[in-house]
């Protein structure tokens, strides 16, 4: 059974930084691509970034970039997402999930199995 499970969520200050964490178990890692999502409330959930399964192309949503840097660790079947400059604007619920198949990929049925979501406020 394929499990996920994120943890690093929290509260901070406008301008400050996180970092999310996302352990996998129950399938190979290292084959497949990775993706971060989230959730505000009242909104539908979007995509964030993603890496591909051999950690080498990522891709990011466009309000994102440069702020936000999706990493994995294959040896310790963990990936992660580091979050700077944070704004209001990203209070969310964020979710890790792993995808069909090895390419980074945006699209939420790409992917088949998701965590229990971590809470990410941002105070202004």
């Known amino acids: 059974q394929v499990q996920l499970a994120e943890s690093g969520g929290g509260l901070v200050q406008a301008g400050g930084s996180l970092r999310l964490s996302c352990a996998v178990s129950?399938?190979?890692?290292?084959?497949?691509?990775m993706g971060w999502f989230r959730q505000a409330p009242g909104k539908e959930r979007e995509f964030v970034a993603s890496?591909?399964?051999?950690?080498?192309?990522?891709i990011y949503t466009d309000s994102v970039k440069g702020r936000f840097i999706i990493s994995r660790d294959n040896a310790k079947d963990t990936a992660y997402l580091q979050m700077n400059s944070l704004t209001p604007e990203d209070t969310a619920i964020y979710y890790c999930?792993?995808?069909?198949?090895?390419?980074?990929?945006?699209?939420?049925?790409?992917?088949?199995?998701w965590g229990q979501g971590t809470q990410v406020t941002v105070s202004s």
């Open positions: 999930a792993s995808s069909r198949g090895s390419s980074e990929r945006q699209n939420a049925y790409e992917y088949f199995v």
């Open positions: 129950g399938r190979t890692f290292s084959i497949y691509a």
């Open positions: 890496i591909s399964g051999n950690g080498g192309r990522t």
